[in-house]
């Protein structure tokens, strides 16, 4: 991974696996749309335990700010980088072959009190991004004016569709 402290980033994305960024990419999408800098990486709380501690241990030395932490199956990653980090964590449940993601879903989303992980729905990247940049927004109004066009883009596609379909 580049280091985010010479390259900006506010965002961290990270995966358990490459596997993982077919529905991982929706993330770095949905924060690229709004002009936030990112980093994306592979860390794995089972293959690589030692890199998952050292991301989440100097992220927000290196100037991130969110997180947003994939995996799937026995979905560990998202709660442990939330162990070790101050920084608000976001849960992706990544969906595999087997149980629909309900496995990974479960793995993220009960979490102790006192260890936050904001999970978003199964395969839910694109909110885990765009969830990202709410959480930026609180403190950047900039970013929470395109926020609030976003959402009004939203409310004007469903009034086209509306009209589309009205008879
Ligand atoms: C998890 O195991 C990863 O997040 C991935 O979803 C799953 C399978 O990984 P691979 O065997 O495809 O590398 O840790």
Known sequence: MADSTSTGARVGIVMGSDSDWPVMEAAAEAVAEFGVRFEVGVVSAHRTPQRMLDYARD???RGIEVIVAGAGGAAHLPGMVASATPLPVIGVPVPLKYLDGMD?????VQMPAGVPVATVSIGG??????????ILGASDPALRGRMADF?????????EKDEALRR
Do not use: K, T
């Open 59 to 61: 992220a927000a030395d």
């Open 125 to 134: 990247a694109r909110n885990a991004g765009l969830l990202a940049v709410r």
């Open 104 to 108: 990974s879903l479960l793995s993220i």
């Open 151 to 159: 959402q009004r883009g939203l409310e004007q596609m469903v009034l």
